[in-house]
């Protein structure tokens, strides 16, 4: 496909289970973010990849999560022991590596349901 | 650390109306980006305009222009004539230019939820 894909679209598990999703970029964009959304509010940055340079991880909120990229292509991103406050829609975006542009094309989201 | 200010939360207007969405935003970099995303019912973002901080032209595309003024830190999105698929979330974004160029995580404001009513 032409744009962004993040598996699953929805996802429900019960607190305190691992959960992992994934995300296909645009083919040939060399960075990829993940980005969460909780219900009313704004995105909040989790992390981010750039090639093969050390992902920049500030925005991960606890040890809990974290995310694997293998080289230019999918991501996967893990939240252990997911908690109720885990509950958002994550997202997941790309972009062209060319220092002129930098939109980032999102996917459509998966939303975690933490019971 | 930057910032992006959304203070408007929810507009409601008629169709037809015009509308326009403030965005503030703080940043000690001197070269930054600019974004408006709408975020329909869908769910999916959909990238509506990006400047850089060099670049102060005002854009105007169909019936959206943005106002971008340095001088007050503020990029504002204009909606003419409003129609009721305007009805969405709409965010700003900044993004700092990282080590490698442009690309650079995005920091959101809140968002301002847009209600156009027939």
């Known amino acids: 496909g032409a744009g962004v894909s993040q598996s699953p679209s929805n996802k429900v598990t019960e607190k305190g289970k691992d959960v992992e999703l994934r995300c296909d970029p645009i083919?040939?964009?060399?960075?990829l973010y993940w980005y969460r959304q909780r219900l009313g509010q704004g995105l909040e940055f989790l992390i981010y990849f750039q090639g093969n340079s050390a992902p920049d991880k500030s925005g991960l909120p606890s040890d809990r999560f974290s995310a694997e990229r293998t080289g230019e292509s999918v991501s996967t991103l893990t939240i252990q022991r997911t908690q109720q406050e885990d509950s958002a829609v994550y997202l997941c975006a790309s972009s062209h590596r060319t220092s002129e542009y930098n939109e980032q094309f999102f996917g459509p989201g998966t939303r975690l349901t933490v019971l | 650390a930057q910032k992006v200010t959304q203070a408007q939360t929810e507009i409601s207007v008629v169709e037809k109306e015009d509308v326009t969405l403030d965005c503030v935003y703080e940043?000690?970099?001197?070269?930054?980006?600019l974004f408006w995303y709408k975020q329909p019912p869908s769910g999916e973002l959909v990238f509506l305009i990006r400047?850089?901080?060099?670049?102060?032209q005002n854009e105007i595309s169909g019936r959206y222009s943005w106002n971008f003024q340095k001088s007050t830190s503020s990029f504002n999105f204009t909606i003419t004539a409003s129609q009721v698929v305007d009805s969405a979330v709409y965010f700003c974004?900044?993004?700092?230019?990282?080590?490698?160029?442009?690309?650079?995580?995005?920091?959101f404001g809140k968002g301002i939820t847009l209600s156009v009513r027939p």
């Open positions: 974004a900044l993004s700092e230019a990282g080590p490698t160029g442009a690309n650079s995580k995005l920091t």
């Open positions: 400047r850089n901080s060099f670049d102060e």
């Open positions: 940043t000690r970099d001197t070269t930054y980006y």
């Open positions: 083919s040939g964009h060399t960075a």
